[in-house]
């Protein structure tokens, strides 16, 4: 039997990823796909040192608590940990990683794409063409909102939120945002910081999230924040769905009070929300933030790293607890 160490990743992943952890690991992988049950990643730990998952699977306190003493560390593939019950994880003392840094610049392109797209009315003007409805052309056609000078509030100026705001300059953007803390002046480049989102929402056009979800933000969207948003402002989401309440921004793109949204993601995944199906101001994408070729072997590069500096006795880059 080998002496190396049991890796179970949980997802398919790219082949590149699988055929460098196939180098330093015994590996088990997921053949079909599916998302493993919490009685199936518990099932995994009695026969693994390490787990490699996706935010599909939910570590939650009781999974963990039945975790076998076997399992020491959980490499995620994703900078998002907000399914996996982090103090529970702690206090059993197994390691957990994340892969921040590595698909900054894939999420905010989807940010991006998702503010033009929803600004510009890419959604109905694509539709008009693929019904063949689009049988003349007028000036008062399909007026969307020039996206070119207005200003961005961006909601958690981390590493996402920094790149967003950098090619939001590209659009000659003013950039406003709300952190914990005012970010180092060198840093900023100019941005404008606010202490509240309250403050944050008031003096913007146009919103993009770009915090990770925690306990303490659950549907920070909702009906009284959405009331201190601009009339006719854009609402874009490559966070968490966790971070909004559904039915209010539904309601807000109903009205007319937001002008639009662009979603990346949902309170439930996969599936989204049907509702926002029947709103053409609604330009959204299946949780594709970071979806690249060239990020998704980043991020295996990255859970790796993590894997092995761990079983080499160092201390892994991204270790969260
Ligand atoms: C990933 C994400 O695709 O990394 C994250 O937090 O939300 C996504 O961009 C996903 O989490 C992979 O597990």
């Known amino acids: 039997m080998s002496d190396r160490p049991r890796l179970s990743i949980t997802r398919e992943l790219v082949a590149p990823v699988v055929d460098r952890a196939a180098q330093s690991y015994e590996l088990w992988l997921n053949d079909d796909d599916h998302v493993l049950t919490g009685d199936e990643l518990i099932a995994r730990s009695h026969d693994s040192d390490a ?22 560390i959980v490499a995620n593939y994703s900078v998002g940990v907000d399914h996996c019950d982090l103090d529970a994880l702690k206090a059993r003392g197994i390691v957990v990683t994340n892969t921040p840094d590595v698909l900054s610049d894939a999420t ?31 000036p008062s056609q399909m007026n969307g909102i020039q996206v070119t000078g207005k200003r961005l509030g961006i909601v958690g100026m981390g590493r996402v ?4 705001a950098r090619r939001a300059r590209g659009f000659d953007m003013e950039i406003h945002y709300c952190n914990r803390r ?28 770009n915090c990770p979800a925690t306990a303490d933000n659950e549907r920070m969207i909702n009906a009284q924040s959405i009331e201190w948003m601009r009339d006719g402002a854009i609402f874009v ?77 160092q201390e892994p880059l991204d270790r969260l607890v």
């Not at 209010?248 to 993601?265: E, R």
């Open 51 to 72: 787990l490699m998952i996706c935010h599909s699977e939910i570590l939650s306190k009781d999974v963990v608590a039945n975790f076998s003493d076997r399992l020491k």
């Open 108 to 138: 905010a392109e989807i940010a991006l794409l998702l503010l033009l797209g929803a600004a510009r009315r890419a959604y109905e003007g694509d539709q008009m063409l693929r019904q063949g409805t689009w049988t003349h052309w007028a």
């Open 161 to 164: 939120g920094q790149v967003v």
């Open 182 to 209: 005012p970010l180092p002046t060198e840093v900023a480049e100019g941005a404008v910081f606010h202490e509240s989102i309250e403050s944050l929402f008031q003096a913007v056009d146009m919103i993009s999230l």
């Open 237 to 313: 989401n490559t966070a968490r769905g966790r971070l909004v309440d559904e039915a209010a921004l539904i309601k807000a793109l109903q009205s007319g009070k937001l002008a639009a949204a662009g979603l990346d993601v949902f309170q439930t995944e996969p599936g989204g929300n049907p509702a926002f199906a029947n709103l053409s101001n609604v330009f959204m994408l299946p949780h594709l933030g970071s979806s690249t070729r060239e990020t998704r072997k980043a991020m295996g590069d990255r859970a790796l790293d993590n894997l092995d500096a761990f079983f080499a006795g």
